[in-house]
């Protein structure tokens, strides 16, 4: 028989040692490098990866027991289906650390590896289980595609008549949730750390020098870094330092079942099954079933507000009334549980933030870090640890973590967003996440006075950082006005051939307003921003396109800088770097300068005009001369179009002639009507996010996808916008030592002969039968009817010409790198 643990929810051995008292008591210091405040996993891994890193002068606070928020009651599984590499590198780390960590510290974990399957029935599932095959090969994952038949060799009590097929991942397992917390907590202080239990953190000040007060029940400490990764209580810890932490704390029930002869009698622990059809999870608890399921209606946060400060290990009731179809479910999935009775029921909140995944690193106050918002923290919390780790101890991580960058949630206003939003996501958790599925609730958020025309015109509506952008036009089709996702070709696909068309043979107009955008303006702004930037600046009038670097000489993010007066720059970025590029501007810009930046993302729509009638349209709508010599490619000028005043950017993203207007967000209607009317001759049309994404492929334009921060300007492909001679810039010390060794990286270009699907991103690229990177970005391109995408593999695979493949849905397709934009490479029709 397999080893028996303890079913989560009930307290382990482990956590009843931590209740003895003065277990793990440590007398509180005065001092430390670094407070983590929070004794649940993740703040458990942010203390041991820290010690591990060489960092052994660091506290842990926790106001109660540890483990007693989210972390006790977890199921505490561990799953390699996933379909990122970031998150298949965690996943991985976490199956290997768990047992490791039994041995180490000599604190039992059980950790149990019975291996899970994630079974799909209909095509979509197939297709997106599919889909992780590229990942999973690439990461170096035990994961293969199996059927039926395989699922009932390895779990017979398991129905499987109408199951399509499963991925197979032999590594899963699970862990006693308090046996891991405190395993870590002993590793940690084994290597010098500290913890302090039942004692609040009540304040956070900021000290003159920089450094931190923590003040505690016990007593204050100072501290140069914060690390909050107090779970349910994470907002509660950021407002003490003027931040919010947007989340639900989801309430989450799974069941354990009376004893099983059917399950009592197998000499091997059944795998676990995670199943959309039930919406949850089954497994083998002992010799009961254990069913979790996550409500796809009717999902609650335990708290309309914050967690009161004396709650410890709560649980709340469950409500048969939400969960019960999908309980009948579980029993048509494994009908040998159907008769026996529960006799244990879990409910308790987990964190989920509004796109349901953590929050890690930086916060936007300096030295203030998140680990907090982890909706499943036992599988992700080593991962997160370590990575956040080496970020503070090294300066950089080792993956890309920019998707937990606690900043993207910059634009949520206060009040019941989070809460609202982080339940949406709750119950999407067991939906099939196909590419451009819309979570509706609370929205718009953010939008221009064109939001109402452009549906009137026919278009729904995606949306980024906040801001609605018009996605298609399915009502210019003569298609009812609702949208369509898939990961093989839906309905958009045709209609949106048309509004390229019209872009590369007329003229079309796109709202691109969801950028980042700032001034910058002072005596000394040009000498602040070339102090942070790796491009030389424009000259007066010009627009240039530049890129911030980490310290250590990574990317940090690209923007367009235009030079409107000798001191004064208007920067545009992508959306979601709104507070992060302002918090690397603020971090990094030399001490003395006379420069001040304003955010102003929110005063100005963006408009591009783009296409081979642009000149004709816009020339009917404005007094200004916009001849080649007049207005050249890459300038700018203040003009008023319509009569409004504008800054007019010749650029685009499209590869074609044509102009960003950014004009004043009270003005945005006028010119946008403006335009329209007067192009209605020309054959003037709309086109939305999905067109510019088939377009800037074409081109061979990449995006912040693309420019991970785990990559390098030249592992990017961005390397021809670096001007190390001219002198000195954030990162560019690091970046000169950086070319003195091999490069890990490179960024390819592919042309990708698939005709079932796009490329989107993660999928595997395959050279000789080895898996040698992943897809970032990608899209069909409508010109040449070609797929294309760009690829991180190692340079001796990215030489144009060299012949790879690319897994979609777990078939491989031929592909080649290119050497040159597939589409004007010359880029004539811009300077047209």
């Known amino acids: ?93 976490a199956t290997e650390l768990y047992p490791a960590l039994e041995e180490e510290t000599g604190v039992v974990t059980s950790w149990h590896e019975p291996g899970s399957f994630r079974v799909a029935y209909e095509p979509i599932e197939v297709d997106w289980l599919k889909g992780q095959l590229g990942v999973g090969a690439y990461a170096g994952l035990e994961m293969d595609w199996v059927g039926p038949e395989f699922i009932s060799r390895h779990h017979p009590l398991y129905d499987v008549s109408n199951v399509a097929g499963a991925i197979w991942t032999p590594r899963d397992g699970h862990v006693d949730p308090s046996g891991a917390t405190n395993a870590l907590l002993t590793g940690a202080r084994n290597r010098g750390a500290s913890t302090s239990r039942r004692n609040r953190v009540v304040e956070i000040n900021r000290r003159p020098d920089g450094d931190w007060d923590v003040v505690t029940e016990q007593g204050t400490v100072t501290c140069e870094h914060v690390v909050n990764a107090a779970g349910c209580y994470a907002d509660r810890v950021a407002r003490m330092v003027g931040l919010r932490v947007p989340m639900a704390n989801a309430l989450h029930a799974y069941l354990v079942t009376e004893p099983v002869p059917e399950i009592a009698a197998l000499d091997t622990e059944l795998p676990v099954v995670r199943d959309d059809y ?16 996550y409500e796809q209606v009717g999902a609650e946060s335990a708290w309309h507000d914050h967690p009161a400060w004396e709650l410890e290990n709560p649980l ?26 529960i006799k244990q029921t879990i409910r308790g909140a987990i964190t989920h933030t509004p796109d349901g995944e953590a929050m890690l690193g930086h916060s936007g106050v300096p030295n203030f870090w998140m680990a907090c918002g982890a909706q499943v923290g036992v599988a992700d919390g080593p991962g997160l ?38 339940t949406e996501d709750y119950m999407y958790r067991h939906q099939t996440p196909v590419p451009g599925l819309e979570h509706p609730a609370l929205r718009p958020l953010r939008s221009t006075p064109c939001l109402e025309r452009q549906g009137r015109h026919g278009a729904v509506f995606t949306q980024v950082y906040g ?59 040009a000498e602040a921003l070339d102090a942070l930037t790796a491009n030389r600046l424009p000259r007066m009038g010009r627009v240039g396109l530049n890129y911030f670097l980490t310290p250590t000489g990574r990317v940090e993010g690209e923007m367009t800088v ?56 816009l ?94 300007p030249v592992e990017a492909g961005v390397g021809a916008f670096v001007r190390r001679e001219k002198g000195d810039f954030v990162g560019r010390e690091a970046l000169l030592a950086r070319d003195e060794r091999p490069r890990r990286w490179a960024s390819a270009y592919l042309a990708v002969d698939v005709d079932v699907a796009e490329c989107i991103g993660g999928e595997g690229v395959f050279r000789d039968g080895r898996p040698v990177g992943l897809t970032s970005s990608g899209g069909h391109g409508y010109t040449a009817d070609q797929v294309y995408a760009f690829a991180f593999v190692s340079p001796e695979d990215a030489v144009p010409g060299t012949e790879l493949e690319v897994m979609v849905f777990g078939d491989l397709y031929p592909a080649r790198v290119l050497g040159e934009a597939a589409y004007d490479p010359a880029n004539e029709r811009l300077r047209m």
């Open 1 to 93: 028989m397999y080893h028996r643990g303890v079913v989560s929810g009930q307290l382990s051995d482990n956590a009843r040692l931590a209740r003895t008292p003065g277990a793990a008591t440590m007398a509180m210091p005065d001092h430390a490098r670094v407070v983590v405040v929070g004794g649940g996993i993740v703040g458990a891994s942010v203390l041991y990866h820290l010690a591990r890193e060489g960092w052994t002068d660091v506290l842990l606070v926790e106001k109660a027991e540890y483990t007693s928020g989210s972390t006790w009651h977890a199921a505490g599984q561990v799953t390699h289906s996933v379909s990122s590499y970031t998150l298949a590198s965690m996943r991985k780390y």
């Open 562 to 617: 235009t030079r409107l007066a000798e001191d004064h720059f208007y920067l545009v970025s992508a959306a979601v770097g709104e507070l992060k590029d302002r918090e690397h501007y603020e971090r990094h810009v030399p001490e003395g300068l006379e420069a001040t930046l304003t955010t102003v993302s929110e005063d100005y729509g963006v408009l591009s005009v783009a296409g081979p009638r642009a000149r004709h349209l």
């Open 385 to 422: 640890g370590r990575e956040l780790a080496r970020w503070m101890v090294h300066g950089e991580t080792q993956l890309s973590v920019r998707g937990y960058d606690p900043r993207r949630f910059g634009f949520v206003p206060d009040g019941d967003y989070g809460r609202l939003k982080g």
């Open 619 to 712: 020339a009917r709508c404005t007094g200004t001369d916009l001849a080649n010599e007049a207005f050249p490619w890459l300038t700018a000028q203040e003009i008023e179009v319509c009569g409004v005043p504008l800054r007019a950017l010749r650029v685009g993203f499209v590869g074609e002639l044509g102009w960003e207007l950014h004009v004043p967000m009270d003005g945005m209607l006028a010119v946008y009507d403006g335009l329209w009317e007067a192009g209605r001759d020309l054959g003037v049309a709309n086109f939305g996010h999905h067109a510019v994404n088939s377009l800037r492929m074409e081109k061979g334009y990449r995006i912040s996808r693309d420019m991970t921060h785990d990559v390098d």
């Open 278 to 293: 039930l919406s949850g999870y089954i497994r083998q608890e002992q010799e009961s079933g254990l069913i979790g399921i």
């Open 467 to 525: 801001w609605e952008r018009p996605k298609w036009y399915p009502g210019a089709a003569g298609l009812p006005l609702e949208d369509e996702v898939g990961f093989r070709h839906v309905a958009w696909f045709e209609p949106v051939r048309e509004e390229a068309r019209a872009v590369r043979e007329r003229v079309g107009i796109a709202d691109m307003t969801a950028f980042a955008k700032f001034d910058l303006t002072g005596p000394d702004a």
């Open 316 to 341: 709340f009731p469950i409500d048969y009334d939400i969960i019960g179809d999908r309980l009948l479910r579980a029993f048509e999935c494994m009908p040998c549980l159907e008769p026996r009775g």
